[in-house]
């Protein structure tokens, strides 16, 4: 049975790294119901935790580390175990049960958790996503230097934008950092000029 599902899977994870390489992570953040569901909860009105992206990243790095380890060595898959998608079908036991509850309460505080720390496709697709052709842009020329656009952003990708990093934390294309920026033009959803 393996040997029937690796191909659809394989096609599927092509499908949408070349979304990702399109637009940014706009698949994660438009039509994942889990990353859906992370951004309700965190609507709340609570105070917010904006984990450094290089904490983020290395748990996620480590999750992937973990999951290719068990899955080699001893044929255990930890994410099957803790599969918070299987909230969505009401396909729960224990253990999923308890592990969704523990990201719907992080979600209160943390802006996408179960992405930014755990999810597997998550990391390769931030791989992906740091060459992506549509992107937020900056015009230079038209920007305040307000900084409004970085502060409304919740997972720090906007802070590595505004100062031209090479390397940049997971955007996932909520549209807060065009929303905030009172400046018409100076910030867009566009690819390099």
């Not at 951004?39 to 480590?62: E, G, M, T, Y």
């Not at 380890?69 to 224990?94: C, E, K, R, Y």
């Not at 992107?135 to 970085?150: A, F, M, N, T």
């Not at 940049?168 to 390099?192: M, N, P, S, V």
Request: charged share 15%; net charge positive; aromatic share 10%.
């Amino acid at each position: 049975m393996q040997g029937r599902l690796l191909p659809p899977i394989g096609v599927m994870l092509v499908i949408l790294l070349v979304a990702v390489f399109v637009s940014n992570k706009s698949i994660c953040g438009w039509a994942c119901q889990l990353g859906l569901l992370q951004d309700l909860i965190h609507r709340a009105s609570l105070p917010k935790w904006k984990p450094p992206f290089w904490l983020s990243n290395s748990v996620r790095i480590l999750a992937l580390i973990a999951l290719v380890a068990g899955l080699v060595m001893a044929g255990i898959d930890w994410i099957g175990v803790i599969d918070p998608f299987q909230l969505f079908s009401f396909n729960l036991t224990w253990g999923i049960g308890l592990f969704c509850a523990a990201v719907v309460a992080a979600s209160l505080f943390v802006y996408r958790p179960w992405c930014r720390f755990l999810c597997p496709f998550g990391l390769v697709g931030w791989l992906a996503e740091q060459v992506s052709l549509l992107r937020p842009r900056i015009d230079r020329d038209l920007c305040k230097g307000c900084q409004l656009c970085v502060k409304a952003c919740p997972s720090g990708a906007m802070r590595d934008f505004y100062d031209d990093a090479k390397i940049h934390a997971d955007c996932f294309a909520c549209g807060a950092c065009i929303e905030a920026c009172l400046q018409e033009g100076a910030l867009e959803w566009r690819a390099k000029a």
